[in-house]
């Protein structure tokens, strides 16, 4: 399995309601990837999705990354913000209220952890979430896994 990985997008820095740099680099990123010989099978953002949390860099966010030939997996970061984000991707995983999920591929398994402490930069990794990611490794102790996140897990 091939995953890429891009983080902290910050899309509106510039502007949160145009298209601003940090868009016109994801698109350069998203054309290199697609043009690649051999296509990643996932794409994972690991967080700063967007600069302020709001919701129209969000649906900037979504509309490029539906383009892609490869499923897109988002984790957030420090700068995001649950309910906007949440706002835009309904479907979005949800543990506990926390944005933590699995991808399962036959080869590895990789597991999303959600690290935000909304309104503070630093992360945090409460006694729910660890809970949920000791039961999620329970589950299938003997698949290789890799575990994602956006923060450093110390």
């Known amino acids: 399995m091939l995953i890429a990985q891009i983080s902290d997008l910050h899309l509106g820095f510039d502007s949160p309601t145009a298209e601003d740099s940090n868009l016109h680099r994801l698109d350069a990123v998203l054309r290199q990837l697609e043009a690649m010989p051999i296509r990643p099978d996932h794409l994972l953002v690991s967080g700063d999705l967007v600069e302020h949390g709001d919701e129209a860099s969000y649906r900037l966010l979504g ?77 299938a102790s003997d698949q290789p896994t890799v575990i994602a996140l956006h923060h450093p897990p110390f």
Do not use: K
């Open 63 to 139: 509309r490029r990354l539906a383009e892609c030939s490869f499923p897109a997996h988002l984790m957030l970061g420090n700068h995001d913000l649950r309910s906007p984000f949440r706002q835009v991707f309904p479907g979005a995983a949800d543990a506990d209220g926390f944005l933590q999920y699995i991808v399962e591929d036959p080869s590895l398994r990789l597991i999303v952890l959600d690290t935000l402490d909304e309104g503070r930069h630093a992360g945090a990794f409460c006694a729910t979430r660890a809970a949920w990611l000791a039961d999620r490794l329970d589950e």
